[in-house]
């Protein structure tokens, strides 16, 4: 059963071509269903539409189309199906680092765009997971590096032992109901501070 709820953006220059589109998805039981025909101020109507998925189809798509079709693949945040009738190594390259989710060369059938649609928020969801875990890994590495760093400021300044230190962290942390990385942070900026070095 589809999520009739999605609202999709299909952006297609060939009104012929963005009809085949349009009625797979509404076969496919979505109703929300907004096609753009001008790629002049699309960011503006992505923004304005705000889409759940956007279906992008470009049939001999020029440099500049292209370019400007991956720019709103980037900064859009949404799944992106793609369909393109010709490709290169160089135009795949450029679609999967703008983060589209689906490319399919010369694959525009209408029974094919409900499971074209579906991959592609599965392939977004799932990457998306990927790069959330990512930064919360880079944030626990950091806040690691600050504790770290608080840690040997304090053993140094009070001449205390590293367990000592952490453990002065964490009242202080509980004390003031704040993590121990908030902690650590004040901690290191106020010894920056006060040695006049850089952080």
Avoid: C, W
């Amino acid at each position: 059963m589809p999520d009739s709820s999605l609202r999709i953006l299909v952006v297609d220059q060939n009104r012929l071509r963005a009809s085949i589109i349009e009625e797979g998805l509404r076969e496919a039981g979505h109703a929300d269903v907004t096609v753009v025909d001008r790629l002049d101020g699309l960011m503006r109507r992505v923004v304005e539409i705000d889409p759940d998925v956007i279906v992008m189809d470009l049939e001999n798509p020029s440099r500049d189309a292209l370019e400007s079709l991956f720019h709103v693949s980037r900064a859009a945040g949404r799944p992106v199906a793609m369909f393109v009738d010709r490709s290169d190594a160089a135009m795949i390259e450029a679609a999967v680092d703008a983060g589209v989710s689906a490319y399919v060369v010369d694959g525009l059938r209408k029974e094919r765009v409900k499971s074209i649609l579906d991959m592609a928020i599965s392939r977004f969801n799932a990457f998306s997971r990927l790069r959330d875990e990512l930064d919360k890994t880079r944030q626990a590495l950091e806040e690691r590096k600050t504790i770290d760093r608080a840690k040997g400021i304090l053993m140094k300044k009070r001449g205390i032992g590293e367990d000592e230190a952490y453990a002065l962290l964490r009242k202080s942390a509980m004390n003031e109901n704040r993590r121990i990385a908030e902690v650590a942070a004040s901690v290191v900026l106020a010894a920056s501070l006060f040695s006049g070095e850089d952080l």
